[in-house]
């Protein structure tokens, strides 16, 4: 069931965000990941790459803290929740920006930004460029992102 859950999800990305680049094809074929190696990669902390590339990454991320502001320059992130719930804090005004690296930022705070509480099922897009906050995580939240880069 939760494969079938996460194919519909795919599709329905793909459907009503048909510029975001998630590949149907790497490389010289198909990219395919059997269900029970997505599953066991939430096993491991932070994000887990299950599939790279330049335009699109695919990753697991299993959080069991708070986390830090983030602002990704070029990167939407496509978040599917798998599995426990959070409350995130996304958009409004980052407060004292600063670059940790190019194309990443982080923040001291968020101002008027809208506030979600995730659990499993849940869908949310946060465009680049968004400053987004995982807040409080209520024991642990796994959930799968897709990052569609730009170039």
Known sequence: MKLRALASFLFGVLAVYPNVTLPLKAADGPVYMESQRVLDNFGKQGGNPLIPGDAYR???????????IEIHEKETDIF???????????GGTAVEPKTTRPGQMTAKDIANGQTYNLKK????????????WFKQVNGFINYLTIKSVKP
Do not use: E, F, K, W
């Not at 599917?80 to 996304?90: E, H, K, L, N, R």
């Not at 099922?121 to 946060?126: E, K, N, R, S």
């Open 80 to 90: 599917y929740i798998m599995d426990g719930s959070a409350t995130i804090v996304v």
């Open 121 to 132: 099922g849940d869908v949310l897009v946060i465009p680049a460029g968004q400053p987004h």
């Open 58 to 68: 695919v990753q697991t991320d299993r959080r069991t803290a708070n986390g830090n």
